[in-house]
């Protein structure tokens, strides 16, 4: 049977891992209350003793049934647990009272302090969280209301253009019809009532029906940090000026301007973004009060299970009592987190779902995807065929002599660069699958940090089958290719093998049917395309994160490079490849490839700087600047480095740019990324860490600085291409994985600032936003 407090750190939230009951804590009280009274019952019973006699445990029994009797006539004078109430917010403190009882007991007087204090805990917790709910249920319900009454006003206007004698019309799909019963008819009805009115009247009326109204229609005047502010706001209920976000701002002040005219055009597309903004921030609230609803109740069970070891030990019946007044403390006895939720589900079945609940409920409670035993079975086959196939390969090559003689060159041109790809990107997805399995295993929630699906998100199987399904397919292509090679087959279709292999796996990238994960497919291209267009696309965590993978890839996008050089130069043909090789154009992309990672996470940097105004992007994006700088000596290096006029030169300058941008990287690594070496009880580690051994940071640390001195092998003179090759391969694999060991204590320093704030929920941007203030 497994015990509570395995359970319970189980089941908690891991971002509000220190709002719960103190569970632990409890139980060692608990202990000392039982040691304490060990040790004083010899003393407490002398004249208890009846000597060794057949009516002893008769006896026993007797004393033990009259004093439970006892303790159930004289329970409420055992411990009185008052409420008082403190200032005049409304909020509670708990404070119990203890009997004489337990007057003289000194750990029972600390247990029941502690317990106190876990209860005001928890109550004033949930009270905060019940709060801030409730306000965001408020202002969406007013947001929503704006959406709804702006589509009214569009389906009228499409009503008069496409059918001018008739009054009636569909609404759009994802809104229901205008009879509606909830308070949201009440403004739709009175846009139909008043017909007179132009379009732009209407909508002025509608924002201003719902608290936003106009500072100055005519200029924009600018906050203390010198961007626009807003020419509207809203009224909350606590009267905080609110104001309408950009997406609509724009058309609402060009066209307001028209109001002679009686034309306003306004963007549907642009109502439909805000539309998906209000469903995702429902989505949001209604997880945000789920999980308040499991705080609740995981923390009632907590402090039953704690006054039954309680009552135990001390041989008195306290539990009653205290877990009465756990019953009526606000966390417990408060309905108002039922009646929000039910008011969601109402809500989102009818706006969202075409009154359609069980879809609705696909959206508001999805369901966390579980890997089948089937995926655990295909891991374990490709496993065995690629150890198999790669045994083969290996015996065939040695026949072959392909590593040897004439035709090492050939195949070191046509294979190497596509299989050093294909596994590159393997490894990756390697190290990839065991990160998913620490955090799993170590309750770090990782699809919340990277916002993912639960019912779509990679387990760490499916990381695991895609690496061991790329693998068993290059090794079989490579097998292919040595057979048809031996077998006197024409060398260009045989080498065109390499190249079809690179055209399956692009087309499976692509690829539009929902197999092979499609939903992580098209993310993963989304990414891409937010990294490309950096400055131009708002920078999330799954964005910056994937822009670190590629920073560890750039021997896999030098790889792309010759492979598509070799393409385009038809080598696999004329089996020419100093173009792909030597060649001026190959060396000036290759300097620009080796940059494009570092650029784009520059850019990142930037773009955050001008969002947040934070100093700290500036600093991350001068620790990738550095690492262009290093990268760029260090290939002008590999250039010059048999040029007995240049290359001290160029050997002093690789070294003292790679040796900056290396003690920068690891001062971020270290201190900004992981958050370690900080002032803590853990010497030059954190307050909160998420693995229980130390040392494993230390070693770390020293890991990490190891791998990152990989650069040193540019100063080493290895003139041998086959030798030069396989040690650039290793140490492009050396950083992969240091990549891999590098993404868990990310993930683990995101994971303790989120419990640090208590984050369990994502901020949805929402069309109407708190408004900059002069002050």
Not at 330 to 340: A, C, E, N, P
Request: glycine fraction near 4%; charge should be positive; charged fraction near 25%.
């Amino acid at each position: 049977m497994v015990k509570f407090s395995k359970e319970l750190e189980a089941q908690l939230i891991p971002e509000w891992k220190d709002a719960f009951v103190n569970y632990r804590l409890l139980k060692k009280h608990v202990k000392k209350v039982k040691v304490s009274r060990i040790i004083s019952k010899p003393s407490q019973h002398t004249d208890g003793d009846f000597g060794v006699s057949i009516f002893d445990s008769i006896r026993f029994f007797a004393k033990k049934i009259y004093d439970k009797f006892r303790n159930s006539e004289n329970k409420t004078d055992i411990i009185q647990v008052k409420c008082e109430s403190i200032d005049d917010g409304g909020d509670e403190l708990y404070v119990t009272d203890l009997s004489q009882l337990f007057n003289e007991e000194d750990e029972v007087k600390f247990f029941f302090e502690k317990l106190d204090n876990e209860l005001n805990k928890v109550n004033q917790f949930y009270k905060e969280e019940e709060d801030e709910f409730h306000k965001k249920r408020e202002d969406l319900n007013k947001q929503l209301q704006i959406i709804l009454d702006l589509n009214q006003i569009f389906n009228k206007r499409r009503r008069k253009i496409s059918m001018p004698s008739l009054n009636g019309g569909n609404s759009p799909r994802s809104w229901s019809s205008p009879d509606r019963s909830s308070s949201f008819s009440e403004s739709s009805i009175e846009l139909a009532e008043s017909p007179q009115m132009s379009e732009a009247e209407e909508v002025r009326a509608a924002l201003e029906r719902n608290g936003v109204y106009f500072m100055d229609s005519g200029t924009r005047t600018k906050t203390k940090n010198g961007k626009p502010k807003m020419a509207m706001k809203i009224d909350s209920s606590a009267n905080a000026p609110r104001s309408v976000t950009s997406i609509l701002y724009e058309d609402l002040m060009n066209n307001l301007k028209k109001e002679s005219s009686g034309e306003f055009v306004i963007n549907p597309k642009k109502v439909q973004c805000l539309e998906k903004k209000i469903r995702g921030a429902f989505m949001e609230l209604y997880k945000g009060l789920g999980l308040l609803k499991t705080y609740s109740s995981l923390n009632m069970t907590a402090f039953v299970k704690i006054m039954k070891k309680f009552d135990k030990v001390s041989n008195q019946n306290t539990s009653e009592n205290y877990l009465k007044a756990v019953k009526g403390s606000h966390f417990i006895s408060s309905d108002k987190v039922v009646r929000m939720m039910d008011e969601v589900e109402s809500i989102f079945t009818k706006h969202f779902a075409n009154n359609d609940r069980k879809k609705a409920m696909k959206f508001l409670r999805p369901q966390q995807r579980k890997a089948s035993h089937m995926v655990t079975f295909l891991v374990g086959l490709f496993t065995g065929c690629f150890v198999s196939l790669f045994t083969v390969y290996a015996l065939l090559a040695h026949l072959t002599g392909v590593f040897y003689g004439d035709r090492r060159k050939d195949y070191m041109n046509t294979v190497y660069p596509i299989f050093s790809m294909f596994a590159l990107l393997s490894l990756h997805l390697f190290m990839h699958g065991c990160n998913l399995f620490m955090w799993k295993s170590k309750r770090i929630n990782y699809n919340f940090i990277f916002g993912s699906s639960p019912n779509t998100a990679l387990t760490y199987r499916d990381a695991f089958l895609m690496c061991t399904t790329f693998m068993t397919i290059v090794v079989g292509a490579l097998v292919i290719h040595l057979l048809l090679g031996a077998s006197g087959y024409p060398q260009g279709p045989v080498d065109a093998i390499p190249g079809l292999l690179l055209l399956l796996a692009f087309t499976m990238l692509l690829w539009p049917f929902n197999i092979f994960y499609r939903p992580t497919r098209y993310r993963f291209i989304r990414i891409i395309r937010n990294i490309v267009c950096c400055p131009f696309f708002k920078v999330s965590m799954v964005d910056f994160y994937m822009a670190d993978q590629l920073t560890s890839q750039i021997a896999l996008l030098r790889h792309l490079e010759t492979i598509a050089c070799n393409l385009l130069a038809r080598s696999f043909i004329t089996h020419q490849y100093r173009t792909c090789s030597n060649g001026k154009l190959f060396l000036e992309l290759s300097y620009v490839i080796s940059f494009f990672p570092y650029y784009w996470r520059a850019m990142q940097c930037a773009r955050r700087w001008y969002e947040d105004s934070k100093g700290e992007h500036l600093g991350n994006m001068g620790k990738y600047v550095s690492a262009m700088v290093a990268a760029g000596a260090r290939l002008t290096y590999e250039q010059h480095k048999y040029d007995p006029k240049n290359c001290h030169v160029w050997l002093a300058v690789v070294l003292v740019t790679s040796g900056v941008a290396t003690v920068y990287q690891l001062y971020w690594d270290f201190y900004r990324d992981w958050g370690l070496l900080r002032p803590s009880k853990n010497l030059c580690l954190r307050d909160n860490l998420i693995l229980k051994n130390k040392s494993i940071y230390y070693m770390s640390m020293a890991l990490n600085a190891v791998l990152r001195l990989a650069w040193l092998e540019t100063i080493m003179k290895i003139n041998r291409d086959p030798e030069k090759k396989l040690l650039d391969f290793l140490l492009a694999s050396l950083e992969v994985i240091r990549r891999g060991h590098w993404n868990f204590y990310r993930l683990e320093n995101e994971q303790v600032n989120n419990v640090g704030h208590y984050r369990a929920v994502n901020e949805v941007p929402l069309p109407v936003s708190e408004m900059d203030s002069d002050g």
